[in-house]
């Protein structure tokens, strides 16, 4: 079983991972000692087996040295690496060369770990096929790290934190790509809106084979819809109701709609709940049929 799991552990982060960050880690370490300092493949394992163990254990927020008590501590910690050899390398880990950040950082918000990143994006492409279904949406990874691009989102439950946009396989919550959010790309054209752009970037390596992209609000558009659909690719999504491409009728609040019912127009599918409307667009369903039961749920909605 241990052999599975190193192996399956090393085809994403592989040895240009590993030797990369042991590579910075011994740089950083010979700087701030002036002296040489080394550091072996077998330690930085072991060292990086102590980080999942720690998580697994649910020890994040306890003191380094509890772990190896002699008392109540689990073996696996101090059968691993002794605790000065575990903190001495915590001190020094890099994923990047400091002494290029200057520079670097000019041009690349990202560049502290964009080696790494770039390799561990790769790999989790080489590594799964996906599925028909692709969905899109973002994540917000909990810091407080001074960097120029931590965000402040007061709906989500760790309020500060580093946004990505993620594309997962829906069957197996495998994230297939990934993107973090750095505030302005002058990469993307003014023309093209955030939502659109982020969409195609995530999804460029995954179309032209029937697959259907879900997304919520922010992301879903007629022109998104006609871009994919141009690559093979369909969307369905929840679209917001201020899109100019929206007839005037599924923009209004109010009408004479019995309960359960729904209006599907040539463009997009409308269905409407009590005292809401709820628009959803739909490029894969040529014909929607409305579910034979109590809750009548019409096939994009179910989809």
Known sequence: MKG??????????????????????IEEANRVLGSDWSLSQEKLDAFIAILYARAAYGANNLKISFLWNNIWGPKFFSET?????????????????KSQWSQRLKTDKFATVFTIWNIFIENSHNCYKPGGNITIDEQLFPTKVRCRFTQYMPNKPDKFGIKFW???????????????????????????????????????????CGRTVTSD??????????QLLAN????VGIIRPNKRELPLIAKQKKDNMARFSSKIFT???CTRKPNKNVLLLNSKHKFVTVENNDKRLPETVSY
């Open 4 to 25: 599975k799991v190193s192996t399956a552990f090393s085809l994403i982060t592989d040895h240009r991972i590993m030797n990369h960050i042991r590579t910075c880690t």
């Open 81 to 97: 690496k002794s605790r000065n050899n575990f903190t001495e390398i915590l001190r020094f880990i890099r994923v990047d060369k």
């Open 166 to 208: 993620l594309a997962s396989d829906v069957d197996s919550k495998y994230v297939i790509n990934a993107l973090p959010y750095l505030g302005k790309d002058e990469n993307r054209p003014s023309s093209v809106q955030l939502s659109e752009y982020v969409v195609l970037k995530l999804i460029e390596p995954f179309t032209g």
């Open 217 to 226: 609000s922010f992301f879903t558009s007629k022109s998104l819809a006609i």
């Open 232 to 235: 093979k690719t369909t969307l």
């Open 267 to 269: 463009t997009d599918n």
